[in-house]
């Protein structure tokens, strides 16, 4: 499955952003959506999935409560809903899929296919 991330870009603080990943080449819901998130000098880390199975969300504790993972099959696509921007959110954001079990959603090592990266910058 290939991936196209879109819809970052510049926001206050406090601000919101929604990012979206469509997918081509196969079904999505096929696939656990992931979206990563990684700084400069530091490593991609786990912002929030949803399982191919049961649409379940899960979210880093950074996160939970301000952003909102969803899918729409009809589309193929999944989408990340930015709210409440903090600076410490700013950094290039990484949709991905995966077939992994569910314990293995939150590592980024498990997802074989990912999008180029959309840049998200939170000025304060």
């Known amino acids: 499955v290939q991936l196209q991330a879109s819809g970052g870009g510049l926001v206050q603080a406090g601000g919101s952003l929604r990012l979206s990943c469509a997918a081509s080449?196969?079904?999505?819901?096929?696939?656990?959506g992931g979206w990563f998130r990684q700084a400069p000098g530091k490593e991609r880390e786990f912002v929030a999935a949803?399982?191919?199975?049961?649409?379940?969300?899960y979210y880093a504790e950074a996160v939970k409560g301000r952003f909102t993972m969803s899918r729409d099959n009809a589309k193929n696509a999944v989408y990340l809903q930015m709210n409440s921007l903090k600076p410490e959110d700013t950094a290039v954001y990484y949709c991905?899929?995966?077939?992994?079990?569910?314990?293995?959603?939150?590592?980024?090592?498990?997802?074989?296919?990912w999008g180029q990266g959309t840049l998200v910058t939170v000025s304060s």
């Open positions: 991905g899929a995966t077939r992994t079990v569910l314990s293995g959603i939150r590592d980024a090592n498990n997802y074989q296919n």
């Open positions: 080449g196969r079904t999505f819901g096929t696939y656990t």
């Open positions: 949803i399982h191919k199975s049961n649409g379940y969300t």
